[in-house]
């Protein structure tokens, strides 16, 4: 098989998986809410926390986590099993194209009019699947800024922009869990980044104003729970 298709299959597998809007989902299904009409209209875990509370959030975050993890091991094992004598770095590389992919899916999702996510849950999600060291970091980071800032919006930032510097880290390369750690991987991260951050420019621009608010979970309450 040509080296070329598998590359192809993981950006098709990976914008398809990617394009699953689990907050959509999750709201329409469990809640019968349509969250793109509740709070900010963002199809992401933060908004269905804050419209629907703490649980519907969480599944909608492991939603996204998994959806990611779900596309790349996908390719990674038609790569292993499809092509048998191929470089090793070419599997890395198709693992990598098909995160970005899952990453565009689940912003611009052809499932929900290609109005998703602002990519900071498949980032996420990818890292876990692929570098437990850049995980610690993202992790740590993320939760120092909430504790101190309670603001999703700016530790979300913080966090992709601190992963992305210690990715180009040659110490990093010992977390990595199946594929090669290389500029590739960590050009992936960069790239992933520059999304989240270009997805978060109303938040920047509230930020600088400081008008944007603290998070909160919507408090459950019998109406709710019997939706």
Known sequence: ????????????????????????????IFYKKDVRTMGSGNLGATNVARSLGAWPGFFTLFFDFFKVILATYLVYFIAINCYFDVNFDYVSLSFCLTGLATCIGHCFPIFANFKGGKCVSVIGGFVIGSNWIIMLIGLLTFIITMLIKKIVSLSSIIMAIVATIFCFFPFVKHGSFIINYSLIYSLTILIMAIILI?????????????EEKKFTFKKANKNTSNQ
């Not at 950006?11 to 989902?25: H, K, M, N, R």
């Not at 978060?200 to 509230?206: C, G």
């Open 1 to 28: 098989m040509n080296i070329y298709l598998l590359f192809i299959i993981g950006l098709v597998i990976g914008y398809f998986f990617g394009s699953l809007p689990g907050a959509l989902i999750v709201g329409k």
């Open 198 to 210: 270009a997805r978060h420019r109303s938040n920047i621009i509230k930020l600088i104003h400081h």
